[in-house]
């Protein structure tokens, strides 16, 4: 199982001090989170893109490419690449191009994007946020594994024997999570392709992420991938640490009240107890992560939202300290004793090489 850290990007004045980073110093402590990630034994750094204030993360191929240079074995992802106002055939390019930039350590998370202004800033409507997630990802499927493509469709001009350059590195192309918190035709999509299910799992309760992940393994084994308990999932979640849960409740709940998503709303104690954020000790969190399973069965990937909210940098360090020395090693341990042999890990570029390598066919 992969457990990593995914960023939004925000930049958040601290409410603790009224301080706001400046667009560099959040870029910059991206990057040192990603390395600190590495440092302490995590598997994944995804960053989300985003095309409006007070987020910065505009371009996460430029982002993980650096990255790249500064790590050795972390995956690099997105959460998420929106599928709906990039050009698939740029989306190909870029992502071909990183694999071979970090020799394979990379993956995509694919969605809609909730921005609404965004779609028109790009030429398109968010009314047809559906039909394009469908189509665009339809023609980068084929990129990635033709040479030369003929295609025409509703959203963009036709092409005629065009070829994406860089071709997949190895011939395999990056691996492929559809994310969505509540779009059911993006759990159908994911599981048509047989690709990874990635469900957000931050502002929903429990039952809802349970029917989203429970249509998306039905309807993976309807296609013909594999078992129900064999779909690729992965889930989010934000967690906030201390050594005791008072501690960590005190110190986070400003941040809370404040932050531009969940300030406004329930108290913490009711959004801690309706969904799955989780503040409290590393013991806490271990129990409420491994209870996951519990709803959504087995699955091969964690990302913890961290940084979110104006957090400081220093703040967030410690949090990966305790992620990587307390909390995972055990989560590690445990998901692995209770998981059936024949539920696969998660997907990585050399398991997919090899397996192509094996059937003699797409790794997919």
Request: charge should be negative; glycine fraction near 10%; aromatic fraction near 10%.
């Amino acid at each position: 199982m992969q457990f990593g850290v995914f960023t939004v990007g925000d930049v958040t004045p601290d409410p603790t001090t009224g301080r706001t980073p400046t667009e560099g110093e959040r870029l910059q402590a991206m990057v040192t989170i990603a390395r600190k990630a590495e440092e302490v034994g995590l598997d994944v750094f995804a960053t989300g893109e985003h095309h409006n204030p007070p987020f910065v993360p505009s371009s996460p191929t430029t982002m993980l490419g650096y990255i790249a240079g500064l790590t050795e074995r972390l995956i690099l992802s997105t959460a998420t690449t929106l599928i709906t106002t990039n050009d698939p055939v740029k989306i190909a390019e870029d992502f071909a191009m990183l694999q071979h930039m970090a020799d394979g350590r990379v993956d995509l998370m694919l969605g809609r994007g909730n921005q609404g202004p965004v779609y028109p800033w790009f030429g398109q409507d968010i009314r047809q946020g559906i039909p394009l997630s469908i189509e665009n990802y339809h023609l980068l499927h084929r990129l990635w594994r033709e040479d030369v493509v003929d295609w025409q469709g509703r959203f963009r001009t036709p092409l005629q024997g065009f070829t994406s350059t860089p071709r997949p590195l190895d011939g395999v192309p990056p691996f492929v999570w559809h994310g969505s918190i509540r779009s059911p035709e993006i759990a159908e999509q994911a599981a048509y392709y047989g690709n990874g299910f990635f469900h957000n799992h931050i502002f929903w309760p429990k039952e809802h992420t349970q029917r989203m992940v429970e249509l998306y393994r039905q309807r993976f084994e309807h296609y013909g991938h594999g078992s129900a308990d064999q779909a690729v999932v992965g889930l989010g979640g934000q967690v906030f640490m201390r050594r005791n849960s008072q501690d960590a409740v005190a110190e986070f709940r400003p941040y809370f009240d404040d932050a531009p998503v969940y300030g406004g709303g329930p108290s913490l104690e009711r959004f801690m107890a309706d969904t799955p954020l989780t503040v409290g000790s590393p013991q806490q969190v271990i129990d409420r992560t491994l209870s996951f399973r519990d709803y959504v069965g087995d699955y091969q990937r964690q990302l913890f939202l961290i940084d979110h909210a104006g957090l400081p940098l220093k703040t967030v360090l410690e949090q990966l300290d305790m992620l990587g020395e307390e909390v995972v090693p055990v989560l590690r341990e445990e998901f692995a004793a209770r998981k059936p042999d024949h539920v696969p890990e998660a997907p990585t570029h050399e398991s997919r090489r090899a397996q192509q390598q094996n059937t003699g066919g797409s790794a997919e």
